[in-house]
């Protein structure tokens, strides 16, 4: 491994003091310094988690993979924090109740896709993100490697969905946390969410079950563009198809 936990603490704790700094100083808005708090929460987990890596007997070891997957579970309400901040206000108060109410309907059902149901048989291991045999974080190819005995919903390839087989778990946060900002007009911040997260991802390991905490490494990177670089000015969309005319409200 190439990573460590202190370098995991070190960029938690300019996360956090970048997000401290943005809130309190500049009055920075709060879609945007929240999510970038809660994703530098996630690698001060991971720094911690490196104290205990590969100990898969050590129930520190196993309550931090645990608290891991709960993470990732509720990620999409902060994705889609930041996706509604680069639409028209008026759009924005229109829909975000929708758009909350459909995040937590997704994150309910990744909570499902983690209890051991005897019927639904188990997660394919080597082929879905956060799926091993028991639960624990092991050294990936460079990062931390989260595995859980996920059950088997959706594990199996589905015609309909095109012979998709990365679980149930996957399946909903795709929707929710890509195809969701997309249908509400936030195309530009999917695209530059996909770039920083699945697509540096896979060219960075090929462990399914590493993707994750490096998809939540480079979301701290992900945010703090969003708020310091002009990265920023070029995300926000004023016409969309589902939009009734262009709107020119202040962001």
């Known amino acids: 491994m190439c990573w460590s936990g202190e370098a995991s603490g ?18 920075e808005s709060k879609e945007l310094w929240i999510p970038l708090t809660y994703f530098a929460l996630m690698e001060l987990l991971q720094a911690v988690t490196y104290v205990y890596i590969d100990l898969c007997d050590n129930p520190s070891n196993q309550i931090l993979t645990l608290l891991g997957y709960l993470h990732v579970s509720f990620q999409p309400f902060f994705v889609n924090m930041v996706a509604m901040y680069f639409i028209p206000e008026s759009v924005k108060i229109k829909i975000r109740t929708t758009v909350y109410t459909i995040c937590a309907i997704g994150t309910i059902s990744m909570l499902i896709k983690m209890y051991p149901f005897g019927w639904a048989g188990s997660c394919n291991i080597g082929i879905e993100g956060f799926c091993g045999p028991s639960v624990c974080s092991t050294s990936g190819s460079w990062h931390i490697a989260w595995q859980m ?20 778990h996957a399946l909903t946060y795709i929707l929710v946390a890509f195809y969701l900002p997309l249908m509400y007009g936030s195309w530009r911040f999917v695209g530059f969410h996909y770039l920083i997260g699945p697509f540096i991802s896979d060219i960075t390991t090929t462990d399914p079950n590493e993707y994750s905490a490096v998809w939540c490494l480079f979301s701290i990177a992900l945010c703090v563009s969003v708020i310091k670089t002009p990265i920023r000015k070029h995300l926000h969309v004023k016409t969309w198809p589902f939009y009734k005319k262009y709107i020119g409200d202040s962001l």
């Open 10 to 27: 070190v960029l938690a704790v300019a996360g956090l003091s970048t997000a401290a700094y943005v809130a309190i100083k500049q009055g």
């Open 149 to 168: 005995p996920l059950n088997g919903l959706l594990s199996d390839p589905v015609s309909w969905l095109f012979g998709f087989n990365w679980g149930l």
